[in-house]
Nanobody
Framework: QWQFVESGGGLVQPGGSLSLSCAAS????????IAWFRQAPGKERERVSC????????YYADSVKGRFTISRDNAKNAGYLQMNSLKPEDTAVYYC??????????????WGPGTQVTVSS
């Protein structure tokens, strides 16, 4: 059973930027759609962004559109999330997961332990 390991979280001031990475071990990501989710305390998990493996098309939640950019590097077996213009409401634990089906399927798996992002002055 493979899983992701996320990194790059931290404390940043509003308006700042962070770059998250997730690395996979035990598999190759060539045929997996990769998504970033987040969960804030007391809130449901939210799908933030996703990138399809077959054409590189992307999805962004309305709350992050224009501020976040998802990417992938199959050669490095990794996914990335560039987060700009961060807001306090972006504070959450960010997770990587993958699906064989679609960016909109419920079958995401191989969840990593997550990385904490805190946006605060």
């Amino acid at each position: 059973q493979w899983q992701f390991v996320e990194s790059g979280g931290g404390l940043v001031q509003p308006g700042g930027s962070l770059s998250l990475s997730c690395a996979a071990s035990g598999t190759t990501l060539d045929y997996w759609h990769i998504a970033w989710f987040r969960q804030a305390p007391g809130k449901e998990r939210e799908r933030v962004s996703c990138i399809h493996y077959h054409d590189g098309s992307t999805y962004y939640a309305d709350s992050v559109k224009g501020r976040f950019t998802i990417s992938r590097d199959n050669a490095k077996n990794a996914g990335y999330l560039q987060m700009n213009s961060l807001k306090p409401e972006d504070t959450a634990v960010y997770y990587c997961a993958a699906s064989r089906s679609s960016c909109f399927a419920p079958d995401f798996r191989s969840w990593g332990p997550g990385t904490q992002v805190t946006v605060s002055s």
